[in-house]
């Protein structure tokens, strides 16, 4: 079935330091999605890249979705504290609602 | 206006016992989602709901698991005969619309289930 591989797991940086996560999947993806999940909360939504080598901006952080549309990164610029929690890709099944998030990668921001 | 609801937040119980968890979507919301998060990884799904219709349930660990939504809003995640590998966060996510392409999903608070 689908899966999707998320890398790193852990991610330790110094406040203002880039940070950056990235999401494999070895088959072609119709979309990506991109959560966060603060530390005891739940995720929330980020963003959602549909066209093969789409860049979206959020303030700080910049989304990419790979040519092939079967990679894509999530960029932080100048990491500050409240950046902290796990970030996660999550993906559908093709042709169906099953959704599968990876496993995340958490973010620690030492200030 | 009102986000997701879940109840109960926390639910203990002891070995053999069947729970039952709410999840009350955001009103209007057609798409009703159901995961397990267990501590320190993503959410894994369970079931999804279209309306009232469970349009996929491949995610269910096995027959002690089910899930409804009689009338296409509140639903029900039911557990029998619990077991101590049970033992996780449930979460309940909503979209607005399954179909179009466009699902960002809105997760509730969740239900921490601990089976002694």
């Known amino acids: 079935g689908q899966q999707v591989m998320q890398i790193p797991q852990y991610q330790h940086v110094q406040e203002g330091e880039d940070f950056t996560t990235y999401c494999n999947s070895s088959t072609t993806l119709s979309n990506i999605q991109w959560y966060k999940q603060r530390p005891g909360g739940h995720p929330v939504f980020l963003i959602q890249?549909?066209?093969?080598?789409e860049v979206k901006k959020q303030k700080r952080l910049t989304f990419q979705f790979g040519e092939a549309k079967k990679n894509s990164s999530l960029h932080i610029t100048a990491t500050q504290t409240t950046d902290v929690g796990t970030y996660f890709c999550a993906v559908r099944n093709t042709g169906g609602f099953k959704t599968i998030f990876g496993a995340g990668t958490r973010l620690f921001v030492k200030a | 206006g009102a986000g997701v609801s879940q109840s109960p937040r926390y639910k203990v119980t002891k070995r053999g016992q069947d729970v039952a968890l709410r999840c009350d979507p955001i009103s209007g919301h057609v798409s009703l989602y159901w995961y397990r998060q267990a501590l320190g990884q993503g959410p894994e799904f369970l079931t999804y709901?279209?309306?009232?219709?469970?349009?996929?349930k491949s995610g269910l660990p096995n027959d002690r698991f089910s899930a409804e939504r009689p009338e296409g809003s509140i639903s029900t995640l039911t557990i029998q005969r619990t077991e101590q590998r049970d033992s996780a966060m449930y979460r309940c996510a909503s979209s607005i619309s399954g179909t179009s392409g466009y699902n960002e999903q809105f997760f509730g608070p969740g239900t921490r289930l601990t089976v002694l």
């Open positions: 709901f279209n309306y009232e219709a469970q349009q996929d």
């Open positions: 890249l549909v066209k093969s080598g």
